[in-house]
T-cell receptor, first 116, second 117 residues
């Protein structure tokens, strides 16, 4: 089974609008972390936001927020007020706790295009 | 310190040759990860170090791949007898091991793009 599933290969959003990128995960660990990364065409992975499995509130970082629904095992990224510079690949990732090897798992990514 | 650096940024080699990549992590980070990323895919875990110890290695990793981190600082990834299927972006990331369990943010380098002809 896939650890991280991103079902949207490509998304389009109008500039200044909000967009939600979907992510579901699979783990039996109680302690885990969820991450979103942005990868522009230049190739470098840029950390955006983190959500811990025990965090009761959804994480927010500027225009980024993470809609964490633990029972549904989903961790969707919401980007508000989209900008042209947001056009990039977005990857959801999970790190399980030490008991399962500290590995990071990445999804296949969603390509976001912001339309002027 | 300006972040994780990788060298070279691009490498073209002929099938059967050996290649070596270098990664310099953020100086205070004790964990270092190697990933491989092919077009249209997310990064695939290869191996990671805590200080100089290699703690985990993907079972998908061929014996032709070896990684070292001799002094717990920079790391090298060597691919022996390269094959065309090894063509990919090789990403290095570093992090500071957290006592809080899963809360550990990785910071990535720019990657080394390998093309095997």
């Amino acid at each position: 089974a896939q650890k991280i599933t991103q079902t949207q290969p490509g998304m389009f959003v109008q500039e200044k609008e909000a967009v939600t990128l979907d992510c579901t995960y699979d783990t039996s660990d109680q302690s885990y972390g969820l991450f979103w990364y942005k990868q522009p065409s230049s190739g470098e992975m840029i950390f955006l936001i983190y959500q811990g499995s025990y965090d009761e509130q959804n994480a927010t970082e500027g225009r980024y927020s993470l809609n964490f629904q633990k029972a549904r095992k989903s961790a969707n990224l919401v980007i508000s007020a989209s900008q042209l510079g947001d056009s990039a690949m977005y990857f959801c990732a999970m790190r399980e706790g030490p008991s399962t090897g500290n590995q990071f798992y990445f999804g296949t990514g969603t390509s976001l295009t912001v339309i002027p | 310190d300006t972040g994780v650096s990788q060298d070279p940024r691009h490498k073209i080699t002929k099938r059967g040759q050996n290649v070596t990549f270098r990664c310099d992590p953020i100086s205070e980070h004790n964990r270092l990860y190697w990933y491989r990323q092919t077009l249209g895919q997310g990064p695939e875990f290869l191996t990671y170090f805590q200080n100089e110890a290699q703690l985990e290695k993907s079972r998908l990793l061929s014996d032709r791949f070896s990684a070292e981190r001799p002094k717990g600082s920079f790391s090298t990834l060597e691919i022996q007898r390269t094959e065309q299927g090894d063509s990919a972006m090789y990403l290095c990331a570093s992090s500071l091991a957290s006592s809080l369990g899963a809360k550990e943010t990785q910071y990535f380098g720019p990657g080394t793009r390998l093309l095997v002809l």
